[in-house]
């Protein structure tokens, strides 16, 4: 007879938005089980956020290395060896994820391993390395995203990889064609060309980073093309063929190049595969998503959602912020998601942050808005540390002052956006970033002198002229 346990909560997915719930479930004096069918930390942990970001590291440090003479330091060749740097990737995700189980059995949180299958709104089957039955009053659902693939040209998983596949190379490509500029494809564009790829990306849109709006896309274009990548936009891949040694990719209209490797990175698809959704009575849009309410509740009393699937933002902080209010809602307190101050961060070489509206936005949706933006290049800082590129921008309405959005693209930019996300998030105005003294030299001074701008009082930087 299989076993059968009951709980007060099951986490199906211990990605960061399971793991999370689960712990604060467990804070909140609930039974908690998670559940995880392979590797606990889910795709941030082992094929997403921390792999690339390590690699991206590497290829910073490789970077600074390579312009030491700039800094009056002497070094001899200079050279990289890849298959070691995919060896330290793998144990950083090991390291974290031996501490993530840690502390999950810290809180006193059951963890189940196998696949779950809803059979009824009450009950799970879990299938795998455990097999049983799980009772529970509530189900917070977290299974995530997987790469889309494309039928005309399906990853191999030899030379047409996806994010995935391509994160166990074990030497770096001469020459590698990105199928997709959106985040993940200039990610891997930034790394790969930092290490000395041939890097081509081909977009089916007019330009990179689409999502990102049309300055961040065009600074990109930019900085991309001076180092040698090569972007071909409103191209349509019909064809990639592995030929053994390379392959070679086909456009509509019949032109083809050549490459090593194709990465295909055209986004991301909701992962429900196998949970028997519809025994729970649970509805998906066309798209596969389960929608909830700002509460994170699905249409099924007692079972909530949480992260990708959710199809709100595909990132890994959105899904821990929401697993802590689905958790704290199944627990009898009542919280609600906002959606208004959500950082993204694009971790290419410069990078990119942003968060709240883009100027663009804010005028669409019929706001007086105005922008104030100041250059890294008149930065003490940024010039110290020979970190130029980019710059820093907030935007606000007009009237009030009230901080709209902000955009940082440069050294250190994924640190920078966290004031602005502390604003908007707490509806402060520009006066609340000019009264606040900032430590100089610091980068962060970039959005005091922003905000001065904002208000046409500039003192780092030359006033408007009067026309």
Known sequence: MTERKKFDIAVIGSGPGGYVAAIRAAQLGKNVALIEKDLLGGCCLNVGCIPTKTLLSNASVLHQVKRAADFGITTGPISFHYDQMKRRK?????????????????????????????????????????????????????????????????????????????????????????????????????????LGTKVTILEALPTILTAQGSQIAQFMTKSFTAKGVEILTNVKVSQIQNRGNDVQITLEGGKTLDADYALVSIGRKVYT????????????????????????????????????????????????????????????????????????????????????????????????????????????????????EGFAQVISEKKTGQILGAVAIGHEASNLIAEMALAIQNELTLDSVTETIHAHPTLAESWHEAALIAHETPINFPPKMKK
């Open 90 to 194: 793998d144990q950083v995700i090991s390291k974290i994820r031996t501490g993530l189980e840690g502390l999950i059995k810290s809180n006193k949180i059951t963890i189940i391993r196998g696949m779950a299958q809803f059979e009824s709104p009450k009950t799970l089957k879990v299938m795998g390395q455990d097999n049983l039955y799980i009772d529970a009053d509530k189900f917070i659902i977290a299974t995530g995203s997987i790469p889309l693939d494309v039928k005309a040209f399906p990853c191999d998983h030899k030379r047409i990889l996806n994010s995935t596949s391509i994160l166990e190379l074990m030497e770096a490509p001469k020459r590698l064609a990105i199928v997709g500029g959106g985040y993940i494809g200039c990610e891997f564009a930034s790394l790969f060309a930092e």
């Open 273 to 388: 595969e196998g949970l028997g959704l519809e025994k729970a009575g649970l509805k998906t849009t066309d798209r596969g998503v389960i929608e909830t309410n700002v509460h994170m509740e699905t249409d099924v009393n007692g079972i909530y959602a949480i992260g990708d699937v959710t199809g709100k933002w595909m990132l890994a902080h959105v899904a821990s912020h929401q697993g802590v209010v689905a958790a704290e809602n199944a627990c009898g307190l009542e919280t609600s998601m906002h959606y208004e101050a959500v950082p993204a961060v694009v971790f290419t070489s410069p990078e990119i942050a942003t968060v709240g509206l883009t100027l663009e936005q804010a005028q669409k949706a019929g706001i007086d808005a105005t922008s104030g933006s100041f250059p890294f290049t008149a930065l003490g800082k940024a010039q110290a540390a020979m970190d130029t």
